[in-house]
């Protein structure tokens, strides 16, 4: 199986940033032994059975509550392969109307209703032939095995392009992060997507006459794991579950591998949540968890996770029926883990089975499991993105624009001075390099450039997207304006990840409860403050990062005016198509169901020069706040603009 190249970037590329990876951390953290401390006090079987009424609420709360669809699953069988012990079903079904899953089934060769699995499948390109040699083994051991394609993977790629045969974006994990910041604006999560598509998929089994309704058990590695995680918190239908190389408790994971979009559900961490709590849910019910002693979610992070649900187990009186099972090698599922699996759905589904040993299985070609003749669905199925579009006023926020901005920041902007680190004078420009304390504990570095001699010109916040001092900073200063360029927090984007933006440090905000833009909103609004001036000043910013700047002129009324180079003018085009770039730096839970980018230049002087989508394609947009440059014009505008 191919593992997708952007999860082993996750093993190797997990601190781009370290300071703001420290820092953000130190706040997870906090939160994490503030849940910790609340869960040491439970001791009595009410106190435990309250806190899983209320862990659950608050799961389905960050979740954003799950889809009601109930409709018909309009269920097809494309065809059969056979094995000879089982025999596989080509299978598929619609989870919503007209947005299909497709799965193999796995089904014993001996009549009568059997025990059933649901497979979730991880972050594999291929996708449900990554089950073949366990559902296959389950499958001879008495149990129907259904293993599905999640969105992103196998035959459910979005935006795919028939024509040249690919997606116009990366299958997988990439498809994962587009859609799932397109569900945050609109204050969904992709989670609740991906958990529907498994209570669905237990519909499914449902309607089978093979299948006993009362002994269903889930599975799955990696991302499947996350998935059977969730399912099985969720679905009560779930008897006995097994996630593998996944559970870990955020006190390790937070600062190592960060998960992508479904994995991280914005206000996670702030909710006092932990991913010990899925398995305290499910509780008394048995739950096995697979780790790896070489995986990047590592047996220290499993162990905190097993001793705290251990405990909760005993209080039940249960502890029996939660085990913990560590095999050799990296990230997947060695024999002693799949073993350990069999074993366990035999004990507790299967009457204590004692044939679960593993035997060879002939292994069917990825071709060989299609479901659909092409081996995609793009023809029959809608994208996820489609749905999401239909679904933007489905759960407004409240309050006014100017509540939602100072909500999101958390935190007020204060007026530190800078420190200077060095200076120089050079081509008639007084230059200081600078540190500014925009919260405890985040030191930014940026330049001050200040003309020799007295000037009218307003002064001017130029936001930094690298490590180096830009030319256009340098071209204002020249001008006649002082300019702060500052370089906000997070920053520069890590490139392998650059067409996203920085998801990573996205991520870890919003599980937090904070949010990346409005952060470095907070930075911009300090860099503009430092300058003590004494009229209104004016920000300059690029691309995705100009929304950070519109966040920082409703923090801040002296900078009022704005120059947008280059910019997504809205967020709707993020809804017309499965790709996008660079919305990580931008996204905000939430904001697209009242508001559109346009609404936070109400009561400013905004320049959106070249207006884009989110695809940097720029537009024919048309209206007062939108201009274009001529072939010849380069930076004379912005220059015009300052002398205005």
């Keep these: 199986m191919r593992l997708l190249p952007a ?3 996750l093993a190797t590329t997990l601190q781009a940033q370290p300071a703001y990876t420290a820092w953000i951390n130190q706040l997870a953290q906090s939160q994490l032994a503030a849940r910790k401390s609340k869960i040491r006090q439970i001791k009595s079987r009410a106190e435990a059975e309250a806190h899983q009424r209320a862990a659950h609420a608050k799961i389905l709360e960050v979740y954003g509550g799950l889809p009601t669809y ?16 089982y025999k596989i079903e080509k299978v598929m079904f619609e989870s919503l109307p007209k947005y299909w899953v497709t799965g193999n089934l796995y089904l014993p060769a001996t009549p009568g209703k059997h025990p059933a699995i649901l497979y979730a499948i991880g972050h594999w390109n291929e996708g449900k032939p990554a089950a073949q040699r366990m559902a296959a083994n389950l499958a001879m051991q008495g149990f129907v095995v259904l293993a599905f394609d999640p969105m ?5 790629f979005q935006g795919y392009w028939s024509r040249a045969g690919v997606s116009l974006v990366t299958p997988g994990v990439p498809q994962h992060w587009t859609a799932g910041t397109a569900a945050f604006l609109i204050n969904q999560t992709l989670s609740s997507y991906f958990v529907w598509d498994g209570i669905r998929s237990i519909d499914y089994l449902n309607t089978r006459p093979e299948v006993d309704p009362d002994r269903i058990g889930a599975t799955g590695c990696s991302g499947g794991g996350t998935q ?10 779930v008897k006995v579950a097994a996630p593998l190389c996944y559970m870990q408790s955020f006190e390790v994971l937070f600062p190592g591998p960060i998960g992508d979009s479904e994995q991280s559900p914005p206000g996670f961490l702030a909710a006092g949540l932990d991913q010990t709590d899925y398995v305290e849910i499910f509780a008394p019910k048995p739950w096995f968890i697979g780790s790896t002693k070489e995986d990047f979610f590592t047996p220290a992070g499993a162990k905190v996770l097993y001793e705290e649900a251990r405990n909760f187990y005993e209080i039940l009186g249960v502890q029996d029926r939660i085990k913990w099972v560590v095999g050799p090698g990296g990230h997947g599922t060695p024999i002693e883990i799949r073993e350990g699996v069999y074993e366990w759905f035999n004990r507790w589904l299967n009457n204590g089975n004692p044939n679960w040993k593993e035997r060879p299985v002939k292994m069917f070609t990825n071709e060989d499991l299609r479901v659909t003749p092409s081996g995609q669905l793009a023809a029959e199925s809608r994208d996820l993105i489609e749905i999401l579009k239909e679904q933007r006023t489905a759960r407004p926020v409240s309050g006014t624009l100017d509540e939602f901005i100072r909500k999101l920041a958390v935190v007020e902007p204060t007026s530190n001075k800078p420190e200077t ?9 007084q230059i200081r390099k600078v540190k500014l304390t925009t919260e405890p504990g985040v030191n930014l570095e940026g330049w001050i450039l200040t003309p020799q001699g007295k000037s009218n010109l307003p002064a001017v916040v130029h936001v930094e997207r690298t490590e180096k001092l830009s030319p256009r900073a340098i071209e204002i200063a020249k001008a006649g304006a002082q300019v702060f360029a500052l370089m906000p927090r997070a920053l520069p984007n890590p490139v392998q990840f650059a067409e996203h933006g920085n998801w990573e440090a996205a991520t870890r905000a919003w599980l937090t409860g904070r949010n990346l833009p409005a952060m470095r909103a907070i930075d911009i609004v300090n860099a503009a403050r430092a300058l003590n001036s004494t009229g209104p000043i004016r920000g300059v910013a690029d691309g995705p990062h100009a929304v950070a700047l519109l966040i920082a002129s409703r923090l801040e009324p002296k900078l009022n005016r704005l120059w ?10 993020v809804f017309e198509s499965p790709r996008h770039l660079g919305l990580h730096d931008a996204v905000m839970p939430g904001f697209y169901t009242r508001w559109d980018l346009a609404d936070m230049a109400q ?6 020069m070249q207006p884009t989508d989110w695809n940097n ?9 939108y201009r274009h440059r001529a072939f010849d014009e380069m930076n004379e505008g912005i220059l015009r603009w300052l002398l205005q």
């Design 603 to 608: 009561d400013r002087q905004v320049t959106w």
């Design 564 to 573: 947008l180079e280059r910019a997504p003018y809205s967020f709707a085009p």
């Design 152 to 156: 992103g993977q196998g035959e459910r």
């Design 228 to 237: 059977s995680t969730y399912i099985s918190a969720l679905d009560p239908r």
């Design 7 to 9: 999860l082993l970037l």
């Design 421 to 429: 680190i060095s200076e120089e004078t050079r081509d008639g420009l």
């Design 617 to 625: 394609n720029i537009l024919p947009i048309t209206g007062p706040l």
């Design 70 to 85: 109930r409709g018909p699953l309009n269920a097809r069988t494309t065809g059969t392969l056979d094995a000879g012990a």
